[in-house]
């Protein structure tokens, strides 16, 4: 029999629903067999396209990379922009399920150019819905709102209504995730009249995500009984969701069981609760299961049951860790903290903890996308020059073909040139994601500020006027010693004590996001010079001024400094011969930051005309940070190398109250 006639055979058997998972495996492991070897390119790279899409439906993660990385690597052998668009797009995906971002970023962006090179139209939408999702799933709101606009307008034109509802519930997580409720329930009740389109049995398991979407919106807005009634139309007449999505009816009932304990309605309670736990635990869905044991704890101390509410508790605390969700773990440390009076103190400190470590994640996060940036402009002005270097030699051979030497020339320039351009191919979809994160920052800070301005205003407008009016009401109950007057006096004492955790709660928040990005960018510098104490043996002396206000230093000139504190380091260790080196961050008399960079190594003529790349770019990155950058230089007498960067204007237009 032949190969191709034995893989023919091989699909029609994964097609059996009485398949275990097991038995499905074993036949795709066969046929990426039996696909290797076809000695027709054409047809192995379709049989392992087909077979990495069969691999992501039946969740076997490591056979999607392993078919995916053979994929890749014959398409670029021939060059074929179908097949390594696909190869990228199964990569994207498996990265994005293993939370790698970063490359699931790098290989949605490739995959993204080359569907679009060869106008696939329907594979390019969906890649950037698959990038959106991503993007929501670090916080990169606005770039995920974009692709998903992109991909929705595709969608609309070919009426594909089962992509429209997945691209609306999308847009409505995302700006519910912004508090923008009105704006989500719009896109959730757009997704839902798509939905409704849909012809086929799919529609109510479709609407019935739907429904559950704007019942946990409306959860949010602490709207409870609006957000049961959602429920109970998301589990559709006899509960025929059960059978249809087990996985979506065990999250309404145990969001509809939720919004029943807020309003004290103990109707089915707390056998709602369970039977959601039922469902996920044999679905071994442990992120679920995690959030049922903490809303049983949370059941069980409204009811005064403390020995049940921190049974729950550690059982949330214990399974969250197992999981490693970061912020399972921290909502389980905070229920624990509530049952468990005595240690609250100890899940506190662990809760602050984690709640600093994830800060500082994701801002190395956004370091990252900064270093990819960077790196990507060294390799393109390195590309710059190797161009202008291969139209000398173009023309060279052109006049040495005459004289028979110009094959030599033309086949190194040819080498040298593919290496380059592999190289800058790498990093072009890196430069597209940092483009995109960077250019949305702004928006996001100017975001930032006006939530700032909102809570001041909150405070003087709500909390402040509160406060006069409960003093108000104890002066008037002040010589009144009635049980009545008593009675009021308690309840106006715990008002106070509800205004006071609200002030707390808003003091932190507006505290906690400066520190973490000053002693990250800090961190960044001390990283890089513990490097360098590790690769050169001359003594290292920094002196940081501590009265630096390093938020009035923008993010573009953060960058720019470490680059020319890293290029310059780098010239010491290849040249100075230096062994004594000092690094100085201080404010000049005009109160602009300086970096002083300075050793006794042997020097050079620093009045040369002629400059290398490296301190061009030093200069460039200066005048892009609206600084100076100098070095002095004497053969013999070491080197002295000054930044100066102006900090931000101060904002003067502030509300006051």
């Known amino acids: 029999m032949k190969i191709s006639d034995s893989i023919t055979k091989g699909y029609k058997k994964i097609e059996n629903p009485k398949l275990s998972t097991q038995q499905k495996k074993e036949i795709l492991d066969s046929l990426f067999t039996l696909t290797k070897e076809l000695q027709n390119p054409k047809l192995r790279k379709e049989n392992l396209s087909k077979l990495a899409n069969y691999y992501f439906a039946n969740y076997n993660q490591k056979d999607v990379r ?5 994929l890749l690597r014959e398409a670029t052998e021939t060059k074929d922009t179908l097949y390594l668009a696909h190869a990228n797009r199964y990569l994207a995906s498996d990265y994005r399920e293993r939370e790698i971002y970063d490359s699931a970023f790098y290989h949605y962006v490739k995959a993204e150019k080359f569907y679009k090179a060869i106008n696939d139209k329907e594979n390019y939408a969906y890649v950037l819905y698959s ?3 991503a993007q929501h799933l670090i916080g990169e709101f606005n770039g995920a709102e974009l692709n998903l606009s992109l991909a929705a307008n595709y969608y609309k034109s070919v009426n594909d209504y089962q992509n429209l509802q997945l691209i609306y519930n999308e847009q409505g997580r995302v ?4 508090r923008e409720y009105d704006r989500a329930l719009e896109y959730f009740n757009k997704a839902l009249e798509n939905a409704k389109k849909i012809p086929n049995e799919k529609e109510e398991s479709f609407s019935s995500i739907c429904l559950s979407n704007i019942g946990v919106v409306y959860q949010d807005m602490r709207k409870y009984n609006e957000a049961i009634n959602y429920y109970k139309k998301a589990l559709y007449p006899d509960n025929k969701l059960i059978n249809n999505n087990p996985v979506l009816y065990s999250n309404v009932v145990d969001n509809m069981a939720f919004c029943k304990l807020q309003i004290k309605d103990f109707t ?7 039977e959601a736990l039922q469902i996920r635990e044999t679905n071994k869905n442990m992120f679920a299961v995690t959030n049922s044991y903490m809303n049983l704890s949370k059941y069980y101390l409204k009811i005064n049951q403390i020995k049940e509410a921190k049974k729950y508790a550690f059982l949330a605390l214990s399974t969250s860790k197992k999981t490693g969700v970061v912020r399972d773990i921290m909502g389980a440390l905070q229920q624990a903290s509530e049952v468990d009076v005595k240690n609250a103190f100890k899940y506190s400190e662990e809760y602050i903890a984690l709640n600093d470590s994830l800060q500082i994640l994701e801002r190395k996060n956004k ?7 960077l790196e990507t402009d060294e390799i393109i002005q390195e590309k710059g020059v190797i161009e202008k270097e291969k139209n000398y030699i173009l023309v060279y051979l052109f006049i040495s073909v005459l004289f028979g030497i110009g094959v030599y020339i033309i086949k190194n320039q ?4 593919k290496e380059l351009e592999y190289k800058q191919a790498q990093q072009k979809a890196n430069e597209d994601i940092y483009k995109l994160i960077i250019s949305q920052q702004s928006k996001i800070d100017e975001g930032k500020d006006v939530e700032r301005k909102r809570i001041a205003k909150e405070i003087h407008d709500g909390l402040l006027g509160r406060i006069f009016g409960l003093r108000f009401n104890l002066d008037s109950l002040n010589y009144d010693n009635t049980p009545e007057a008593i009675q009021h006096r308690l309840q106006y004492i715990n008002e106070l004590k509800i205004i006071e955790n609200d002030l707390r709660e808003i003091s932190h928040e507006l505290s906690r996001e400066n520190e973490s990005l000053i002693n990250n960018f800090l961190a960044i510098v001390n990283n890089l010079l513990q490097d360098q104490k590790k690769i050169n043996t001359a003594k290292l002396t920094v002196n940081i001024d501590k009265e630096i206000n390093w938020d009035n230093i923008s993010n573009v000139s953060k960058i720019n400094i470490y680059r020319i504190l890293q290029e ?3 010239n010491i260790n290849k040249y100075a011969q230096a062994t004594l080196i000092k690094i100085e961050f201080f404010k000049d008399k005009n109160s602009n930051l300086v970096l002083k960079i300075s050793d006794n190594g042997i020097g050079f003529n620093s009045n040369k ?3 290398g790349i490296g301190i061009k770019n030093m200069n460039s990155r200066a005048k892009e940070s609206g600084g100076i950058f100098e070095i002095k230089s004497e053969k013999g007498k070491g080197t002295v190398s000054v930044l100066v960067v102006p900090f931000k204007k101060a904002n003067n237009k502030d509300e006051k109250h």
């Open 66 to 70: 392993k078919t995916s990385i053979q």
């Open 131 to 133: 990038k959106a999702y």
């Open 175 to 178: 700006a519910r995730d912004l």
């Open 268 to 274: 089915q309670l707390p056998d709602l609760f369970y």
């Open 367 to 373: 370091d990252h996308f900064a270093r990819i940036q």
């Open 414 to 417: 040819i080498a040298k040139t």
């Open 568 to 570: 310059s380091l780098q």
């Open 609 to 611: 005309k002629s400059k």
